[in-house]
């Protein structure tokens, strides 16, 4: 059984840092294409930003491009997603997502497992 575990999120001020991770078990991680969601109330959930098996390949949503960096280590079974200059418009519930293809993508569609979710709240 699949379970990704996500966790690192908490309150900051706007302009502060905050790095999320997720841990995957019960699978080959190497093998997946992983993703961040996001979702604030009363909005739909929202890509972030994705990276294929091999980290070769990363894509980000223009609203967080060159303030985010997601990265994996596949020998812990890990994706992060590091979050520079946070604004209050970041505000949400950050999910990470696998899929079995391999592949980055944009489209939640396509992952088969998610986490639970970790919170971050960016005070202004």
């Known amino acids: 059984q699949v379970q990704l575990r996500d966790s690192g999120g908490g309150l900051v001020q706007a302009g502060g840092s905050l790095r999320l991770s997720c841990v995957v078990s019960g699978s080959t991680f190497s093998s997946f294409g992983m993703g961040w969601f996001r979702q604030a109330p009363g909005k739909e959930r929202e890509f972030v930003a994705t990276i294929s098996w091999s980290g070769s390949t990363t894509y980000y949503a223009d609203s967080v491009k060159g303030r985010f960096t997601i990265s994996r280590d596949n020998a812990k079974n890990t994706v992060y997603l590091q979050m520079n200059s946070l604004k209050p418009e970041d505000t949400a519930l950050y999910y990470c997502?696998?899929?079995?293809w391999g592949t980055g993508s944009s489209n939640p569609n396509v992952y088969n497992y998610w986490g639970q979710g970790t919170q971050v709240t960016v005070a202004s």
């Open positions: 997502a696998a899929n079995n």
